[in-house]
């Protein structure tokens, strides 16, 4: 087997999928060079050398990679943050590492203005109503309060408030879900404008999606849609977080969409893409410039937000179901002749479990937390058994998890996710769970409707009734 070194800048389970998919590789004998926030078991376990850079800064993690530059034939990056911060763009200018995620000005996820303005240049009628609030045109609170509530008259309240900068503030806040008064919508407001120009635009009502598409500077190529479960508790009630699930049906879209609506947002995608291309070929958008959520309206597909990255969890739907062979993925994506990508028609569910102060659990359900369990090593021995019964079926990756003297803890995060794989979603759902149940240790938590077949035909029943509005 052809040896092949790979830098992997890493944070949580969406990492970690990449690692064991380059590890599962039969063509390549990948040795991967892990950088991550902690010592993740998984990644400690399979790789050839393993650093921890805790704040993920870019000029430490081009040192790691200038150390073992003659080892490293291409790298691939994992968290929002590097590349916002031009991760690519440093290493590659001082190293001979090709370097898999969009450049600096391409990282169109660091600002949410600039989103909303270039959709509204290329395809107008995917933006909901919108309006950015810039603290550099307003000379008091007074001043901008007054403007907002103009704008709040004009939407009739129902609005969504969402910060420029993606680690502003309190984030993106939704009436009817986050707030229910003016008052509590402005308190918001402020703490997101304090740091910059914020958006309020209409609040959007239907199904959501996640669309996610490998470049390689020539090539859109578009993977199968997922959807993504962002509140914390079941039925979706709660806080957003960064996931708490998601599905993959067999096909190429969930069973709330259909064929034309894939079409749409493939077309919408590529419209964008052509723009920031140009005529030939933009190499500066190689990787995965483009993980939209789109929601599916009664006047069709509308874009919530770009993510200049792959998505956690939906990336870990896709890449355990890969037929083609990562590596060989990343080769084409590098050299430019990336067409199109064969997965398995299988169906797949992600579900995770988090430590107690997760999405504000432990205030909610102060009852179901076992404090004597809180601070206990995180046990997966009943889980890896499971993969004796459910063979290549299920998929555990560790998220927010450190290894500390041979044993596995839970940090403040998402601690670790597990895939189920199979011929439909609800027995994929079905290992999923089964593995989730079999993790002990603390006093994790997990949303327990991902997936299920009543969420699953409620979406369907809402997009449904959208259609016979249109």
Not at 2 to 17: F, K, N, Q, T, W
Not at 210 to 233: E, I, M, N, W
Not at 245 to 274: A, C, L, Q, R
């Amino acid at each position: 087997m052809e040896r092949v070194g790979i830098l992997v800048v890493c944070y949580g389970s969406r990492g970690v999928a990449m690692v064991d998919a380059f590890c599962r590789s039969e063509k390549y004998s990948a040795e991967v060079y892990v950088v991550d926030k902690q010592r993740n078991p998984f990644n400690v376990d399979k790789a050839k050398e393993h650093v921890v850079i805790s704040d993920l800064d870019v000029r430490k993690i081009c040192r790691f990679a200038e150390k073992y530059e003659r080892k490293i034939d291409f790298g691939i990056i994992g968290p929002e943050k590097p590349i916002i911060n031009g991760i690519r763009d440093i290493i590659e200018e001082k190293t001979n590492i090709p370097i898999i995620c969009p450049t600096k000005e391409y990282a169109i996820e660091g600002s949410k203005v600039t989103q909303r303005r270039l959709f509204q240049e290329v395809v107008p009628e995917t933006n909901p109503v919108f309006k950015v609030f810039d603290p550099k045109d307003y000379s008091s609170v007074d001043h901008v309060k007054r403007d907002v509530y103009a704008w709040l008259d004009e939407l009739n309240d129902q609005v969504a408030v969402k910060p420029d900068n993606p680690a502003a503030g309190k984030g993106v806040g939704v009436w009817g879900d986050h707030f229910s008064t003016r008052e509590q919508l402005f308190e918001h407001f402020l703490s997101n404008y304090k740091h910059g120009p914020v958006i309020i635009e209409e609040k959007l009502e239907g199904e959501e999606s996640s669309f996610q598409a490998f470049c390689d500077g020539k090539h859109l190529v578009p993977v199968p849609d997922t959807r993504d479960y962002k509140r914390a508790f079941d039925g979706d009630k709660g806080p957003n977080t960064g996931g708490m699930g998601s599905y993959k049906d067999v096909g190429d879209w969930p069973p709330f969409m259909t064929s034309s609506d894939k079409m749409k947002e493939i077309e919408i995608m590529n419209s964008i893409f052509k723009k920031l291309r140009g005529k030939a070929s933009n190499p500066d958008l190689r990787g995965m410039p483009f993980y939209d959520a789109f929601m599916h309206t009664k006047k069709g597909p509308k874009i919530l937000e770009n993510n200049s990255r792959s998505g956690d969890p939906e990336i870990q739907n896709i890449l355990p179901i890969f037929k083609d062979d990562f590596v060989d993925v990343c080769f084409r994506i590098i050299d430019g002749n990336l067409t199109r990508i064969e997965i398995e028609e299988k169906a797949t569910v992600v579900t995770y479990k988090a430590p107690p102060a997760y999405g504000g659990f432990k205030d909610v359900f102060p009852q179901r937390v076992d404090w004597s369990d809180v601070n206990r090593p995180v046990d997966l021995t009943a889980t890896h058994e499971l993969s004796e019964k459910w063979g290549d079926g299920i998929r555990i990756y560790p998220g927010s998890m450190e290894l500390r003297d041979g044993q596995t803890y839970a940090l403040k995060s998402r601690t670790l996710c597990v895939v189920g794989i199979a011929d439909d979603i609800e027995s994929a759902r079905q290992i999923s769970l089964d593995g989730i149940r079999a993790i002990k240790g603390g006093s994790l938590w997990y949303r327990t409707d991902i997936a299920s077949k009543e969420h699953i035909a409620k979406s369907v029943s809402h997009m449904k009734m959208l259609r016979t509005l249109e």
